[in-house]
């Protein structure tokens, strides 16, 4: 459990990084002087660690025990009416050997890096344009934060329609934009791109709100600075906006590779996983060895795989930004 | 990247002051004394908002003005044409084929979902923050890891899980997951609010001799307004657009929600897509009303579904 400690440890820094503008640094000061204070004294008022036992109880019944649970379904057989049959190691060889499962690895890393590459430029500059507290900012934010009210059923199902290749939008305004027949679900490239643009359409405002909070939290003083100094609009994007934002770029990133790891009503409902098997990402493919093909216990080993991949992401990327040691963005100021 | 982002200050400090400032400071100036944004208007990223309003706005207004049409309109005049006779036909058609039923079950839903949430996030987080024993620490982790648990990972332990509880089709079925999935985040902003009231204000209601409970109820509850509205939208938002735990936890018409409802739509209005957008949009617009009204508590609970 040293790792799971570890990762215990590290998305800490999210929630003081959520809301940056306090600054964690002075938040942790206070608690040690808090801490200093309340030595020796009796802890009347306080209440015990009992009070924190039925949400615990909660959490432990439907998210940790499954993940347990998921973990020990994955090596046994099971068609989820009997009782599951332990059959060692089986899950795991078939899993090694299957090409589906491959071409789902592959597709679902490829999504992620790609919805990385799409959604954290555009959320970033339009996150930082809408920080600007100008009305027509305000007017025009307040639209583009609209798809983020739907589910991503509903949005998924509005984007079948508008890419239907008879009587969708695509239809209409494909072969202006370079989709000839516009058949984009039928092909295998088409599907992905659909994919990476319907999930980018309905995650970029989120991101744009989370770069918003970020951007609005810097100080002012310091683009006052940069002014004073002749810097024009890019250079003071480079040399504040973003390093400022870095803690914001982190958190957003560890949600989007995330996110995109498990798009899966969006998989389901655009493209079934297809055409054939082109777009069976990871937890579409558990799915369907799950819940249609009634294969439960190879498709939990499916899924303890995402939650390996899952987790390993998301500390790597906290790692490699060096986020857990990071404390303030403020410092030296 | 790290350390580009690292470095970047430094060098432009150091330049900044060995450089003697050449450029005029025409900009500088005003922009202090008008203290917010850039004070001319920047053309590029204007340009570039339009574009994306396009981008945004063009499929809502296909998803809107399609709900007006007939079926043969949308199919003759494609999908971009004005609605020239409108129509209020597949509103009629959708309310009328159970969709009240499914936004009744989706409101069971969330309205449950949230009220756990809130009490369970609030009592851990007033745990976490305030008891004095290694304990609570324990539990603050078992939170965080909780973060990192993708919840479509844990389906099938979930199904063994409900079965055997003898829960399968029924709405605590998918009210126990979802309110669970919501607990980790719940718990991390109510820890962050709770932490941030000022020990003083314990203290003296620790000098009246209140005990846990009172504090609770006229210190924390109080003074954590912001966090729990937070949280419970939140968590209202996540009960709301779930669809896996009821895709897989619920089987017949009467215990379907909503998403369900309109996942299912698409084989009922097979080719009618002004009636599946209809369904779509119907399923927005209590969101949407929320929205209209509590825009601040509802982008801040967005904001936690993303994980904040």
New interface residues.
Partial sequence: MAG??S???D??G???Q??PR?GSGR?AVG?KA?GR??VGRN??????????L???L??????????L??GY?AFTDWD?IGSPQWTGTDNWSRLWHDPDMRQAVWLSLLLTVLTWLVQTP?AL??GV?AA???RN?AV?SA????????????LA??????L?PN???I???GPALGFEDGDLLGDPQGALGAILFVTA?QFIP??T??YQ?GARAIP?SL??AA???????VRQF???T??QL?NTVV??S??MV?GA??F??TVL?LTKGGPGTDTSIV?FL?YKN??QAFD?GY??AV??L??VV??AV?LLLVR???FSAMRSTREGM | MTDVLHQRPEADRTTGKAAPPSKPRRAGLPRLLKGSGPRRPNYPAGLASLIWLVIVGAPLYVLVATTFRTRDGYIDDGPLALPTHPTLANYDRVLSSHFFSYLGNTLVVTAVCAAIVIVLSVTVGYAVVRARSRMSRRVFQIFLLGLAIPSQAVIIPIYLVITKLQLYDTLLAVILPTAAFSLPVSVLILAGTMRDIDEELYESMALDGAGPTRVLLRLVVPMSRAGISTVGVYSALHAWNGFMFPLILTQSRSNRVLTLGLYDYVGEFRVDTPALLTAVVLSIVPIFVVYLFARRQLINGLMGVGGK
């Fill in positions: 799971a400690d990762a215990a440890a998305p800490k999210a929630p003081g959520g809301a306090g938040r608690r808090a204070k309340a802890a009347v008022g306080r209440p015990s660690a009992a009070w924190a039925p949400g615990v909660f959490f432990v019944c439907f998210a940790v025990a499954p993940m649970l998921v379904l989820g555009i500059l339009l344009w600007g507290r100008q900012r025009l639209i583009f934060f609209l798809p983020l009210l739907a589910s991503s059923v509903a199902l509005v984007w079948k329609q508008l239907d009587f969708g939008l239809a209409e305004i359409w989120l991101h709100l989370i909070g002012r683009y006052d002014a004073i100094d002749g810097a024009g609009t480079f040399s504040i973003l390093p870095r958190t957003s560890v949600i995330v790891l498990t899966f009503d409902i937890p558990m799950g819940f439960l498709a939990s899924a303890a995402l939650v899952a987790t998301s490699l930004t060096g």
